[in-house]
C-alpha cells in the first residue's frame, strides 16, 4: 500500500519524504529520489511524523498522506493547492468530519503541533481546530474525488478487502 501511496505522492509533489520509525523494513519499499526520514518522537503518531516531515520539508506546504491509503487521487491534492490562500491547513469535509489526511499542512503550524504533542493531545482534528483551516469546497471535493477513495484506509483486515474490491478496475466488477 505505500508504494501505491508513494507513487501518487510523487507524481504531484516536488519533493516526496517517508517519515517512519523502522527503517530497515521501509527501505526496500522506498524508490530512489524519495526521502527516508526517521520519526523524531519515539512513540510513533500521525502528529510526529507530520511536525518531522513539515520541519524537514524544503518547501513551506505539505501535503500529508497516510501510508494506507492507496486510493489517493492526485485531483485531490491539486484541489486543497488551489484552496490554501489565507490558511494555515486545508483539509476537506467528509463522512461527517474535516478528514486530517490527504491534507495540507504550511511550516507555520509547527509551533501548534509542537504544543500539542508537549501536551499529550495527539489528535491532527486538534490541530487543525486550533489554526487557521480551510476547509475545500463540496464542490471542488466533487470534482477531485466524488467517493471519497482518498479517506479510505486500511486500518482492519475487513477495510483492506474493501480497498482491493475499489482497486479492480471498474469493467471487472461489472461496471461501465
Not at 526517521?38 to 520541519?55: A, E, I, K, S, Y
Not at 501510508?67 to 461527517?96: E, I, N, Q
Request: glycine fraction near 6%.
Amino acid at each position: 500500500m505505500i508504494e501505491a501511496v508513494i507513487e501518487r505522492v510523487s507524481s504531484v509533489c516536488q519533493t516526496t519524504i517517508v517519515v517512519g520509525r523502522d527503517l530497515r523494513s521501509l527501505r526496500p519499499l522506498v524508490p530512489p529520489g524519495v526521502q527516508l526520514v526517521r520519526d523524531r518522537f519515539r512513540m510513533p503518531h500521525p502528529l510526529g511524523g507530520l511536525f518531522t516531515g513539515l520541519d524537514l520539508a524544503p518547501n513551506p506546504w505539505v501535503f500529508l498522506a497516510a501510508c494506507d491509503t492507496p486510493l489517493l487521487k492526485t485531483g485531490l491534492v491539486h484541489a486543497l493547492w488551489r484552496s490554501r490562500r489565507d490558511s494555515l491547513a486545508v483539509a476537506a469535509h467528509f463522512s461527517g468530519r474535516l478528514q486530517p489526511f490527504a491534507a495540507l499542512y504550511h511550516r507555520d503550524c509547527l509551533p501548534v503541533i509542537r504544543a500539542a504533542i508537549d501536551a499529550g493531545d495527539l489528535s491532527l482534528q486538534s490541530v487543525l481546530a486550533v489554526v487557521k483551516t480551510r476547509t475545500l469546497s463540496s464542490q471542488a471535493l466533487a470534482e477531485a474525488d466524488p467517493e471519497g477513495l482518498s479517506f479510505r484506509d486500511a486500518d482492519t483486515p475487513s477495510a483492506l478487502r474493501e480497498l482491493q474490491a475499489f482497486a479492480v478496475p471498474a469493467r471487472e466488477r461489472g461496471e461501465p
